[in-house]
């Protein structure tokens, strides 16, 4: 006896015993659960911190715009541009006028309470103009840097760049703006203006973000340099060997951990894309994790308690159900006998009750069902019949031969032939031995006859184009399924329109289903009554004689399901369309016509 047939044969008493010891692997799913939860809650704090990080990077933002708005307003003021092109013309004492008037305008701006220490100009051959707040010989080294060269790359653009601290002045730093100036008027370059950044405003932006207990945060540069932090000896110091600095260049959202002497760290970094620099967090990682292992054990506690629990009342829910469903099997028992009077009562209302409740009524319906079904058959016998008096039309044989005696009293032989050898093979192909399924490609060609007798008789008043793809032909559908469709087109459209009309079929595979679809161009459906029309509740339809659209959904939908059947709707332009959708199934068929002798009187637009 293999294990599962041994458990099926357990009581359900017992089940439930052998579901307590499988409590034992739910321990087990507990501590793993607990380690995952432990895992989404430093993922959690790592997300949260990069996102304390990226609020650092966006409220830099401001202050860098500001500076090259600033950088800006310098480069075109008149005074500057003034004071740079005449510069090589005035005397002494023009020149130091003037330098006390642009120095003035300096030192107004810097009094501003803004992040700039210091604003400094220099004409084109880099030797400084003007200065405030700022040792000139302190600089003379620093406009022979290679900065400058860098900054005739840009353009005209902003250079922010970092200077190294001497040794001498320990945890401070130098960051500074670079702009060339260029006359407004020629486009010559004529000078350069600095503006100093104090990085104590940048550090103040992330003075109050903490990551853990004992972490840390720092600015770098693109070049790898430490360009801001909160301890202020790492000024200066470049990461750009490290393991880390390589991460984070291509993972500058994420966290990760790191070992360095001996010792975890997580390393969390957000992007300054404006100025390619990233702002860094670096904490122990055991001091980040530290409350997360709070949050394990507790997991782990309720785990055990809840295992506990279910062993204690696990004799009790057993015995609730068993009961009732012993008083179900002895009902089922009598009504196996023929008992269908039997009405079993449990006292409960839970799911044992429910499905009391639904026996007594399952029981009481099948007397009903019987009667159901044999109503379905008499209806599918009624369909029958309505469909062998539809293959006969009277109506329209009568027409038709009304319309071939036309054509020979008008000594249009020809057409008297074609319309006679129609209506022939017509009433061949629909009588057909009486077989009520057949190929999509022999509706197809009772489609294909109907539609030459009525252009014949209807000369010049519609075209047809059949768009039917190849691959469905082969697939069944009812008779008469299609040609109906076609036929309320012209009778209900088509005719009643001005003009010539136009009625195109279309067939094809849709979500593994045979879609046909028959679209007139004429005045569409009654958007008030396009709901009722398959239900035979419509006005317009209730005039319609012969096999209807109504019939021939219900048809479908009685032979295929539900889900199949007739969808009607209205044309975004103007016009009636009506979908058939039918299930993919293959019929044998021995009278079957090739794609041309179909398509070829249509596709072209013939009649």
């Not at 601290?165 to 260029?182: F, H, K, T």
């Not at 909160?230 to 600095?245: K, N």
């Not at 308690?305 to 009790?316: A, P």
């Not at 319309?403 to 009433?427: G, N, P, R, T, W």
């Amino acid at each position: 006896m293999t294990i599962r047939a041994w458990y099926l044969n357990l009581s359900i008493r017992r089940k439930m015993y052998v579901a307590n010891v499988i409590f034992i692997p739910l321990l087990i799913l507990i501590v793993v659960f607990s380690r995952i939860s432990s895992d989404s809650v430093i993922k959690n704090k790592i997300s949260s911190s990069i996102q304390s990080l990226d609020l650092i990077t966006k409220s830099m933002v401001p202050l860098v715009e500001h500076d090259e708005e600033l950088s800006r307003t310098i480069v075109s003021n008149s005074q500057v541009q003034d004071f740079l092109k005449n510069y090589a013309q005035m005397d002494a004492n023009e020149r130091y006028r003037q330098q006390m008037v642009i120095g003035s305008l300096f030192d107004n701006l810097v009094s501003k309470g803004t992040n700039i220490s210091s604003i400094e100009l220099y004409g084109l051959d880099q030797s400084i103009v003007t200065s405030r707040n700022i040792t000139v010989d302190a600089n003379r080294n620093f406009i022979r840097s290679d900065f400058f060269k860098s900054l005739k790359l840009e353009y005209g653009k902003v250079l922010w760049v970092y200077q190294p601290n001497e040794e001498s002045n320990p945890g401070q730093a130098s960051i500074y703006a670079l702009r060339e100036i260029y006359d407004y008027m020629t486009g010559e370059l004529f000078g350069y203006i600095k503006l100093n950044i104090k990085e104590s405003i940048i550090a103040s932006l992330y003075a109050d973000v903490k990551i853990g207990d004992t972490g840390h945060l720092f600015v770098v540069n693109q070049t790898g340099t430490i360009v801001s932090s909160s301890d202020r000896l790492e000024l200066s110091h470049s990461i750009a060997q490290t393991e880390e600095f390589n991460w984070l260049q291509a993972n500058n959202r994420q966290g990760k951990v790191f070992k360095k002497n001996g010792q975890k760290y997580l390393i969390i970094s957000s992007p300054m894309t404006y100025l390619s620099w990233y702002v860094i967090g670096t904490v122990p990682y055991h001091d980040f994790i530290r409350d997360t292992n709070g949050l394990s054990n507790q997991i782990l506690w309720i785990g055990l308690l809840g295992l506990l629990f279910q062993i204690l009342i696990s004799s009790f829910i057993s015995r609730s159900i068993t009961t009732p469903i012993l008083k179900l099997n002895r009902s089922m028992l009598e009504t196996g006998l023929g008992n269908f009077k039997n009405q079993l009562h449990v006292g409960s209302r839970d799911e044992i009750g429910r499905i009391a409740l639904t026996y007594n009524t399952m029981v009481g319906r099948i007397s009903e069902l019987i009667d159901e079904v044999y109503a379905k058959q008499r209806e599918k016998r009624d369909l029958e019949l309505h469909l062998l008096q539809s293959q006969i039309k009277p109506h329209f044989l009568y027409n038709t031969l009304e319309s071939i005696c036309s054509l020979i009293q008008l000594k249009q032989e020809s057409q008297a032939i074609v319309m006679l050898k129609s209506l022939s093979m017509f009433y061949k192909t629909v009588l057909n031995k009486g077989k009520e399924v057949i190929s999509i490609r022999e509706e197809i060609e009772i489609v294909h006859y109907y539609l030459t007798i009525l252009q014949i008789r209807y000369k010049g008043k519609f075209e047809v184009i059949m768009e039917i793809d190849e691959a469905i032909m082969d697939f069944s559908i009812l008779k008469l399924s299609l040609q109906p469709l076609v036929e309320n087109a012209i009778y209900h459209g088509i005719r009643n329109k001005r003009g010539p009309g136009l009625i195109t079929i279309r067939g094809s595979m849709i979500d593994n289903k045979v879609k046909i679809s028959v679209i007139d161009d004429a005045n569409g459906f009654n958007p008030e009554e396009i709901s009722k029309i398959l239900t035979q509740e419509s006005t317009t339809m209730n005039t319609l004689k012969g096999f209807g659209l109504p019939n021939v959904n219900e048809r479908i939908q009685l032979f295929c399901g539900t889900e199949f059947g007739l969808y009607l709707s209205n044309e975004p332009a103007g016009g009636a369309r009506v979908d058939i959708l039918l299930p993919k199934l293959l019929v044998s068929s021995n009278q079957l016509i090739s794609r041309g002798e179909v398509n070829d009187p249509y596709t072209s637009g013939g009649r």
